[in-house]
C-alpha cells in the first residue's frame, strides 16, 4: 500500500521535523533488551493531545495500525512495531508536562510522556510523595507505567500503578478525546472506564495524561538488609515486618544467592553483604511518620523478634542516606549484572505469598532435572508476591543458542508451575507480544472472550497496538 499521502498528513499535523522516516530510528524500532526490532513506516511525535487525536485519525482513514510508545523501556516487546514496515509509531515523549497540583486533594496532574524520575522529583519539591518506583525510573514514562500497570518495589505499601491513578485522559481508536482527568476518589456513575485503559498495553487507545495520587512526605525512611536460611523463612520475616511496622512497611524485597553473585562479580565496587554465606537475602524499608527515632525502635524490635524466631540469621540497619541508596542500588543492579552475564530468559510471575516456597522449591528442580547447569536468578517483590524468576544460561554456554533451544520449554515449565500455585504469569510487565501466544493457555476462556469482545468494542477495525496482549486464537 501507498503511504505517501498519509505521511503528508501526518507531516502538517505535527511538523516534518517530528515525521521521523530516514536514519537510525532503533531506538524507537528495538526493545529495550534487545530482543526484536521492527521497521516503522514512520515514528510520530505529536506535541499534545490534539495532535494525538489527528494523527490517530489520519492513521484510520488510511488503514495504518499504531504503535504507542512511551520510554520503551517495557519488557515484553509491547511498544516496536512489526517488520512490515507499515506500522506508525506515536511516541508520547513531547507530551512531558506537570499540567496542575491540587494540594488540598492530594493529586498532580501529569501527561503521559512525563519521565517517572520527574514526576517524583516535583512532588517532593512540593513537599509530597510520589511513591512509584522502579529501575527504569529515569527514563519510563508515566503513560507507559499506566499502560503497562507497573509495580516496582513499593506495591506492598501502595499499590500498582493502577492504584496510583484516579483519572485518565484518552485518545480513542476512532480519534476522539476523553477527558477523565478526575481528581475524585468516590465516583460510582457507571463503568470505571479508568481500569479498561490501564494495562491494556495501547491495544485499546492511548493516554495522553493522568491524574495521579499524592502522598505526604514521610519524616523518616530506613532500611535494612536481613540474610535469611531459606525461602520460608523470608516469608515469615514478612509475616513478622507486617506486624512490627503496619503501613510503615514500605518496600520487602528477596534475593536468591546466585543474583547477588552476579552483582558481586559485575558491580564489585557495592559490597554485596551476607551472600557468600547465605542462601537468600532480604532488603526491608520502613517509612515512618513519627521520627527516626520511632523508626529505628520499630526495626529493632522486628529485627530481635526475627532473631529470636529463627527467620532471621544476620542483618544490618542502614546507618546514613548513602548506605542505605547502596543498599537498594545493589538490588536495582540485578538486571544489569544479569546482563553483563549474557542473554537470559526473564519471567515475570505473581504467586500467593503463602505458596512461594512450595512454588521456588518445585520449579527449581524441575528445572534443574529438564536442563542440567541451568543457573537460576531469583529475586524479586516478595511483599506483594511478585517474583522475577530469571534462567540464566549454564557455565560456559552459548546464551543465543540456549534462548533458541529451550525458552519455550523453559516457559512451559514455569508457566505450568505458576498455574499449580494459582498465581499469574505476568505480574507487573504486561502480556506484549512475548507472552500473547501463551495466555490462551493460562487464562479462562470466559476471561478471554470478554477481553476479545471489549476490544471489538473500543478498535473494531484492530489499529491500535495490534498483536499485542490478544492472540487471534481464543
Known amino acids: 500500500m501507498n503511504y505517501s499521502d498519509l505521511l503528508k498528513t501526518l507531516r ?16 524507537y524500532t528495538r526493545d529495550w533488551r534487545k530482543r526484536a526490532e521492527g521497521n516503522a513506516l514512520a515514528v510520530v511525535r505529536p506535541a499534545d493531545t490534539e495532535q494525538v487525536a489527528a494523527v490517530v485519525r489520519a492513521c484510520a482513514k488510511h488503514g495504518a495500525s499504531i504503535v504507542p510508545q512511551g520510554g520503551n523501556t517495557g519488557l515484553a516487546v509491547g511498544a516496536v512495531p512489526d517488520t512490515s514496515g507499515s506500522q506508525v509509531v506515536l511516541s508520547l515523549r513531547r507530551l512531558d508536562k506537570v499540567r496542575a497540583m491540587d494540594p488540598a486533594n492530594l493529586t498532580i496532574t501529569v501527561e503521559a510522556g512525563c519521565i517517572l524520575q520527574n514526576l517524583q522529583t516535583t512532588a517532593e519539591a512540593a513537599g509530597f510523595l510520589f ?3 522502579l529501575a ?3 527514563s519510563c514514562t508515566i503513560g507507559g507505567n499506566l499502560g503497562t500497570n507497573a509495580g516496582g518495589t513499593q506495591v506492598v505499601r501502595y499499590g500498582n500503578a493502577r ?12 480519534g476522539e478525546i476523553w477527558n477523565g482527568l478526575t481528581g475524585l476518589r468516590k ?3 457507571g463503568y470505571d472506564l479508568r481500569d479498561l485503559f490501564i494495562g491494556s498495553e495501547g491495544t485499546l487507545g492511548i493516554i495522553t495524561a493522568a491524574t495521579m495520587k499524592l502522598y505526604p512526605l514521610p519524616a523518616a525512611r530506613l532500611t535494612a538488609w536481613a540474610a535469611v536460611p531459606s525461602m520460608q523463612a523470608a516469608v515469615d520475616l514478612l509475616g513478622l515486618a507486617h506486624k512490627h511496622l503496619g503501613a510503615g512497611l514500605t518496600g520487602f524485597e528477596v534475593m536468591n544467592q546466585f543474583a547477588l553473585s552476579l552483582v558481586d562479580k559485575h558491580l564489585p565496587q557495592l559490597r554485596v553483604p551476607f551472600w557468600r554465606e547465605y542462601p537468600w537475602c532480604v532488603l526491608v524499608e520502613n517509612s515512618d511518620h513519627e521520627s527516626e527515632e520511632h523508626a529505628r525502635t520499630q526495626f529493632e524490635g522486628l529485627l530481635e523478634a526475627a532473631l529470636e524466631a529463627g527467620c532471621v540469621a544476620d542483618a544490618i540497619v542502614a546507618e546514613s542516606l548513602a548506605q542505605a541508596s547502596t543498599l537498594r542500588h545493589i538490588r536495582e543492579s540485578i538486571p544489569m549484572a544479569q546482563a553483563e552475564e549474557g542473554l537470559n530468559i526473564k519471567q515475570d510471575i505473581s504467586v500467593p505469598i503463602s505458596r512461594i516456597p512450595a512454588f521456588v522449591e518445585e520449579t527449581d528442580a524441575a528445572l ?13 517483590h516478595l511483599g506483594d508476591g511478585n517474583l522475577h524468576y530469571n534462567v540464566q544460561t549454564p557455565e560456559g554456554g552459548d546464551a543465543r543458542e540456549f534462548l533458541l533451544k529451550y525458552e519455550d520449554r523453559i516457559n512451559t ?3 505450568d508451575s505458576v498455574a499449580k500455585h494459582e498465581g499469574s504469569i505476568s505480574a507487573e510487565h504486561g502480556i506484549g507480544s512475548l507472552k500473547v501466544e501463551k495466555l490462551p493457555d493460562y487464562k479462562s476462556p470466559v476471561a478471554l472472550n470478554m477481553m476479545h469482545a471489549i476490544k471489538k468494542a473500543l478498535d473494531p477495525d484492530s489499529i491500535m497496538n495490534p498483536g499485542r496482549v490478544l492472540s487471534t486464537r481464543i
Do not use: K, W, Y
Open 187 to 189: 465516583d460510582n456513575t
Open 163 to 174: 492504584e496510583l491513578c484516579l483519572g485518565l485522559e484518552v485518545v480513542t481508536a476512532q
Open 12 to 27: 502538517d499535523i505535527v511538523g516534518a521535523a517530528h515525521v521521523l522516516t530516514d536514519g537510525d530510528l532503533s531506538a
Open 368 to 380: 534443574m532435572r529438564e536442563i542440567p547447569g541451568v543457573r537460576l536468578v531469583d529475586f524479586g
Open 413 to 415: 515449565v514455569v508457566f
Open 136 to 138: 527504569a525510573e529515569g
Open 131 to 133: 511513591p512509584l518506583s
